[in-house]
């Protein structure tokens, strides 16, 4: 039997979230499959700081993060072979060598640059083997250390992307289009009535949902607030602030008294909520928008962090099935002006239909497992 490990990187919840997917597909045909945090092999102290430095950035000084990125994307030789970042990255492909050889696994699928980088020196300093490795990229776009990678196959999310990573070096024959991967509960559609029932909200309201990420990130605070004072008593707004607990204790704190706005905060039932709502207010994250999209659930983004979602924000509102606005007030009024808008929605819901993304978690097993078959 194949023995699968994936390597995923504690930058956020998305990366985690893609490894969760597939891990969830894998165990769902009674494979062994194991998420591993890259990081962890050059130190687990790097891994904290990291992780710790990725969510300030990105929860409280977006426009650094966009910066950063944007300086990578043009000057690609800041995180080439031969760069400090590379470096440190590299340091943990020896431990990470070894844990793979130790534990025998065939197949390693890694969600991040950062982790095929360390995976792609396992191999070439220490002679590591595998029957079959790749890359599952996240976004609608080509993240800029995505050429650095050295292994077997690059899964993108979609084909009309391949030119924008084959431009930036990555090689067109490692390229396959599989999709972004999500879990298996967002391929499942509750009953609206059932599931307002479940959450206390109203069968014939409008609902918007909004939520900014796991991290609450974005002016969600200014957001909610222009979007309260246009709701009407027949519209509803459920807002998530995940792991933000500031924003969930001023939004309780404004909001808690209002019948028709409950705030929540981290929740594992994003997807039942998803089944609820008419309108989803969210930042274009790879893996929220995904998981939206599969559920036809039209959005309306605000651009919080920009780098690498400007890509997922650009394919979907071309698409069709999302709407933006640089100007929060603009942002506020579409969304409330959508809610009352039923040929609007069911048009937008019918682009995402349209769009026919892949189950990324299966197309993924499948074709590891076909490059692992001929070699174990």
């Given at each position: 039997?194949?023995?699968?490990?994936?390597?995923?990187?504690?930058?956020?919840?998305?990366?985690?979230?893609?490894?969760?997917?597939?891990?969830?597909?894998?165990?769902?045909?009674?494979?062994?499959?194991?998420?591993?945090?890259?990081?962890?092999?050059?130190?687990?102290?790097?891994?904290?700081?990291?992780?710790?430095?990725?969510?300030?950035?990105?929860?409280?000084?977006?426009?650094?993060?966009?910066?950063?990125?944007?300086?990578?994307?043009?000057?690609?030789?800041?995180?080439?072979?031969?760069?400090?970042?590379?470096?440190?990255?590299?340091?943990?492909?020896?431990?990470?060598?070894?844990?793979?050889?130790?534990?025998?696994?065939?197949?390693?699928?890694?969600?991040?640059?950062?982790?095929?980088?360390?995976?792609?020196?396992?191999?070439?300093?220490?002679g590591l083997r595998l029957a079959s490795?790749?890359?599952?990229?996240?976004?609608?776009?080509?993240?800029?250390?995505?050429?650095?990678?050295?292994?077997?196959?690059?899964?993108?999310?979609?084909?009309?992307?391949?030119?924008?990573?084959?431009?930036?070096?990555?090689?067109?024959?490692?390229?396959?289009?599989?999709?972004?991967?999500?879990?298996?509960?967002?391929?499942?559609?509750?009953?609206?009535?059932?599931?307002?029932?479940?959450?206390?909200?109203?069968?014939?309201?409008?609902?918007?949902?909004?939520?900014?990420?796991?991290?609450?990130?974005?002016?969600?605070?200014a957001l909610v607030h222009k979007a309260?004072?246009?709701?009407?008593?027949?519209?509803?707004?459920?807002?998530?602030?995940?792991?933000?607990?500031?924003?969930?204790?001023?939004?309780?704190?404004?909001?808690?008294?209002?019948?028709?706005?409950?705030?929540?905060?981290?929740?594992?039932?994003?997807?039942?909520?998803?089944?609820?709502?008419?309108?989803?207010?969210?930042?274009?994250?790879?893996?929220?928008?995904?998981?939206?999209?599969?559920?036809?659930?039209?959005?309306?983004?605000?651009?919080?962090?920009?780098?690498?979602?400007?890509?997922?924000?650009?394919?979907?509102?071309?698409?069709?099935?999302?709407?933006?606005?640089?100007?929060?007030?603009?942002?506020?009024?579409?969304?409330?002006?959508?809610?009352?808008?039923?040929?609007?929605?069911?048009?937008?819901?019918?682009?995402?239909?349209?769009?026919?993304?892949?189950?990324?978690?299966?197309?993924?097993?499948?074709?590891?497992?076909?490059?692992?078959?001929?070699?174990?």
């Amino acid at each position: 039997m194949m023995k699968t490990l994936i390597l995923s990187c504690n930058t956020g919840e998305g990366h985690n979230s893609v490894a969760r997917a597939i891990k969830e597909y894998y165990n769902d045909r009674g494979e062994v499959c194991e998420i591993e945090d890259s990081l962890r092999f050059v130190s687990p102290k790097v891994s904290r700081l990291i992780s710790k430095w990725h969510v300030r950035l990105y929860r409280y000084t977006p426009k650094l993060f966009d910066k950063g990125y944007n300086l990578l994307e043009d000057h690609p030789r800041l995180s080439g072979d031969r760069s400090a970042i590379h470096k440190l990255f590299a340091t943990g492909s020896g431990k990470l060598a070894k844990f793979i050889i130790e534990n025998r696994y065939d197949s390693v699928i890694c969600t991040h640059v950062i982790s095929s980088t360390i995976l792609t020196e396992a191999q070439r300093r220490h002679g590591l083997r595998l029957a079959s490795s790749s890359l599952v990229m996240t976004d609608y776009t080509c993240h800029p250390m995505a050429c650095d990678s050295g292994l077997d196959v690059c899964f993108i999310p979609v084909a009309e992307t391949i030119d924008d990573f084959v431009e930036k070096g990555v090689p067109r024959e490692t390229i396959e289009i599989s999709g972004i991967p999500v879990r298996r509960a967002f391929y499942t559609h509750t009953d609206r009535a059932a599931a307002r029932e479940k959450f206390g909200i109203p069968a014939d309201c409008r609902h918007l949902l909004v939520m900014c990420g796991s991290m609450g990130c974005g002016p969600v605070r200014a957001l909610v607030h222009k979007a309260a004072e246009r709701l009407t008593a027949d519209e509803y707004m459920t807002v998530i602030c995940g792991t933000n607990k500031k924003l969930y204790s001023e939004l309780v704190s404004a909001y808690g008294a209002r019948d028709n706005i409950r705030v929540l905060g981290y929740t594992k039932e994003v997807s039942e909520l998803m089944d609820t709502a008419d309108l989803y207010l969210t930042k274009p994250g790879g893996i929220s928008t995904t998981e939206a999209a599969t559920k036809r659930l039209p959005m309306v983004f605000v651009n919080a962090v920009a780098g690498c979602e400007d890509g997922n924000l650009r394919f979907f509102v071309s698409h069709g099935g999302a709407v933006t606005d640089d100007d929060l007030d603009v942002l506020a009024e579409k969304c409330v002006s959508l809610l009352s808008d039923a040929d609007a929605l069911r048009k937008m819901s019918d682009n995402l239909a349209r769009l026919g993304l892949s189950d990324g978690a299966k197309i993924i097993h499948d074709r590891m497992y076909e490059l692992t078959a001929v070699c174990v």
